[in-house]
């Protein structure tokens, strides 16, 4: 990923650093996709609220953190997939993200997630892909 991490972002023409806790969606999301490209669905599940709502584009809604975690499992599996290229952007509270980034899963794809934050877990996560 290309972003040093979590802890700053560049906050527009001021190009200024800001702290991000790591409870917000920003950070959340950053840390989600780290956990996908290490295949960790146990640590995806930690980071996902017990309902989350989980939309893989081109599939049925599946809620919650263990629907979640198998499903990431299985992509892991069927795909070795790999994430870089990350652009991670928020709204003005950090309840919610969108994170652009290329998606490797034989071939490079350009792929997109958005991610509601609630409580200090992810609430809803959206993943598409270009094929």
């Given at each position: 990923m290309n972003r040093a991490g979590p802890a700053a972002l560049?906050?527009?023409?001021?190009?200024?650093?800001?702290?991000?806790a790591s409870d917000t969606a920003s950070a959340?999301?950053?840390?989600?996709?780290?956990?996908?490209?290490?295949?960790?669905?146990r640590a995806a599940a930690a980071l996902v609220a017990d309902d989350v709502a989980f939309?893989?584009?081109g599939e049925d809604r599946?809620?919650?953190?263990?629907?979640?975690?198998?499903?990431l499992v299985r992509f892991a599996a069927e795909e070795r997939a790999s994430v870089s290229d990350v652009e991670i952007m928020a709204n003005a509270s950090d309840t919610r993200a969108a994170a652009e980034f290329t998606l490797r899963a034989g071939e490079a794809a350009s792929a997109a997630a958005f991610f509601e934050a609630d409580g200090g877990r992810i609430s809803r996560v959206t993943l598409y892909r270009g094929r």
């Open positions: 560049t906050a527009g023409s001021q190009n200024r650093e800001i702290t991000m959340l999301a950053h840390r989600f996709l780290e956990v996908l490209n290490a295949a960790d669905g939309d893989w584009a599946q809620i919650g953190r263990d629907a979640l975690r198998e499903r």
